[in-house]
């Protein structure tokens, strides 16, 4: 199996409910990200893991957990969500090469299909 | 503050009437632009980086263009099959800054 591959691709959950989005790329990228996509919004950025290290953190709510066991692998922990998560989130991967001497991201990201997650 | 406007937000369009999708930003020094595309129920697809003003990218139908505040992407006698959303993103000129992403433009050619 090639490139990014996420599952589920569908998820409804109640507000009390504990569930996982797991993420897997077979491309050899080192770095992986979590996006939100909301309906009339821009892509926003979540979580970025870059050599299995997370480098940036979007102020996103604690009810969001991720956790990066190796470069292939990525999961998205959700407890305790509200209505308004409801979205697609997306999985993408990237190689992280130096920028200028220091280590950057490139903006060529390779995306999963996503979750679409309802929170009723 | 690094900002991506995309216009129109949808666009309509005949089979073989050519047009161009806009993306306008402002950003702290350009890393590089990009322009993806993303069909419904799947995540978005990468198909250009733009890195420099003057820059052209071209693949099929495709062209992309930047200056230093905006990029096109011109569709020639497009075809249904190239209905879709379009994405412009930016990176910024620091170390570790990911991409900032515009709403989008969602495509429709009809034959």
């Known amino acids: 199996e090639t490139g990014v591959t996420q599952t589920p691709r569908h998820l409804v959950m109640g507000m009390t409910n504990k569930k996982s989005l797991k993420c897997e790329q077979h491309?050899?990228?080192?770095?992986m990200y979590w996006y939100k996509q909301s309906a009339k919004k821009p892509l926003e950025l979540m979580f970025v893991?870059?050599?299995?290290?997370?480098?940036e953190n979007n102020s996103v709510p604690s009810r969001f957990s991720p956790e990066c066991p190796n470069s292939s692998h990525l999961f998205l922990h959700l407890h305790t969500l509200q209505p308004e998560d409801s979205a697609l989130y997306l999985c993408?991967?990237?190689?992280?090469?130096?920028?200028?001497?220091?280590?950057?991201?490139?903006?060529?990201?390779?995306f999963g299909s996503g979750t679409q997650l309802s929170v009723l | 503050e690094d900002q991506v406007t995309q216009s129109p937000e949808a666009l309509r369009l005949q089979e073989g009437e050519s047009s161009s999708l806009n993306c306008s930003y402002t950003?702290?020094?350009?890393?590089?632009l990009f322009w993806y595309r993303q069909d419904p129920g799947k995540g978005p697809e990468f198909l250009f980086t733009?890195?420099?003003a003057g820059e052209e990218k071209e693949k099929e139908r495709l062209k992309a263009t930047l200056t230093k505040k905006e990029s096109f992407l011109h569709i020639t006698a497009p075809k249904p099959e190239d209905s879709a959303t379009y994405l412009c993103?930016?990176?910024?000129?620091?170390?570790?800054?990911?991409?900032?992403f515009g709403k989008g433009t969602t495509l429709s050619v009809s034959s």
């Open positions: 993408a991967s990237s190689q992280d090469r130096m920028w200028r001497g220091e280590v950057g991201l490139l903006g060529k990201l390779f």
């Open positions: 491309l050899g990228h080192n770095a």
């Open positions: 893991y870059s050599l299995e290290e997370r480098v």
């Open positions: 950003v702290s020094g350009l890393r590089g």
């Open positions: 733009l890195y420099s």
């Open positions: 993103a930016v990176q910024a000129n620091q170390a570790g800054t990911a991409l900032i």
